[in-house]
DNA sequence: ATGCCATCAGAATGATGA
């Protein structure tokens, strides 16, 4: 089973590539992030033709996050519980958002399902913008707030297979900041605030694909020939639980989406999962052979 | 110091991104 997470950069632009992606990599269930627009702008027919059901959680032009997935999900969230917002405080219009428990205006940059046995999450961490911004400690609220549900999820099912899918908008470690624009002790990304708060997702969840793909970024800028010059970040993840992380059996970074036209600044981060290894119900519903 | 490039909304001398 094959599940993958990518930062789009605006699914109506690039609604074409991603699912020609989808098709020619026999992806399962792809975690989407920056769709950047409501449920009713979204272009589900091209996926709905390729065979791909479609959970969306987008709120205006800005962030949005969803799922495309060939099996049935189930149990959809849309944020987590105690999800810090961000803004002007709620008046108006912007009421159809929520708040959070800061009184602050959601964002939709969280969203939930279950497929089989596995518990999913796409992610679209905030930025940040500048280590003095209100971003960036938005930015360290939301995180935490994100792993105290991660510590939860887990004590009720230590067995859950969990994955937390997304663009983390930090760059763990020193190999992972390849571009020099970002100056060690400055900018975001790259802060010990951020990388503190990363690491303290373990033991919790670890990222399945560094074991696997020890090199190579995720993101590259468009501006200052960022791509041909390899000047990229790693800030892309698939974090996994234990009982996750034991079913993987590959996994890659499709870097080669970064070329052609009107690529997204981010590639795809994949990996497989054999279904096997979780037990219950999940083996005889999906290896079952497909009927055309 | 800033733009670099890209996206959106809507008409900005904009906002956001990482």
Redesign the pocket.
Known sequence: MRIATW?V??????YGRVVDWLVRNDVDVLAM??I???PE?FPVEAFEQAGYQLEIHGL????GVAFASKHEMTEVSRGFDAMPGF?KPIKGQEAVQGEGPNGLPLEARALGVTVGDLRLWSL???????LEDP?FSYKLAWLEALRTNTEAWLAEDPELPLALMG?W?I?PFDADMG?P??TPGV???VSAEERAMFASFAPSVSDVVRPIVPEGYT?W?????RFPKNEG?R?DFIMGSEAFADAVTGASIDRDERKGD?P???VPVVCDVDPSLFGGTFEDEYDRPMVF
């Open positions: 930062n950069n605006s699914i109506r632009t690039r992030q920056e950047k627009c409501k702008q205006n032009q800005w962030n803004g679209y961490v905030p930025n940040g913008r500048g971003h663009d908008n760059a571009d624009s970002f900018s975001t990304h993101f800028d468009y501006k200052a020939g970040m800030i009107a997204s600044d981010h």
